[in-house]
């Protein structure tokens, strides 16, 4: 199984970036994808998960309003659109996949991960 994560970026706050994380090896439509982040120093966190559909989301609430979760189950790709990004937003962003929904805020509960695209937002 592999997961590949791309377009992160340097961008200004305020700016937008689309994340997006191609997946092979797995059969992508049963799987909850999710998209984690990590600041330097700090424990890797939760930002959003999309159901197997696609008609299931949920999002950390510093997110909410702001990052949007899709996914294109004929490509295997996932994505995370950011708009009006913050310095905060700055960290290493993950994609992963999980065969159930019911622990898509933990890392446990995923059973893939990509390695991650760097985010960095400046002031």
């Known amino acids: 199984v592999q997961l590949q994560a791309s377009g992160g970026g340097l961008v200004q706050a305020g700016g937008s970036l689309r994340l997006s994380c191609a997946a092979s090896g797995l059969t992508f439509i049963t799987y909850t994808l999710g998209w984690f982040r990590q600041a330097p120093g700090k424990e890797r966190e939760f930002v959003a998960a999309i159901s197997w559909s696609g008609g299931g989301t949920t999002y950390a609430d510093s997110v909410k309003g702001r990052f949007t979760a899709s996914r294109d189950n004929a490509k295997n790709t996932v994505y995370l659109q950011m708009h009006n990004l913050k310095p905060d937003d700055t960290a290493v962003y993950y994609c992963?996949?999980?065969?159930?929904?019911?622990?898509?805020?933990?890392?446990?509960?995923?059973?893939?991960w990509g390695q991650g695209t760097q985010v960095t937002v400046s002031s």
């Open positions: 992963a996949a999980g065969y159930q929904w019911v622990r898509q805020r933990v890392p446990a509960g995923y059973d893939y």
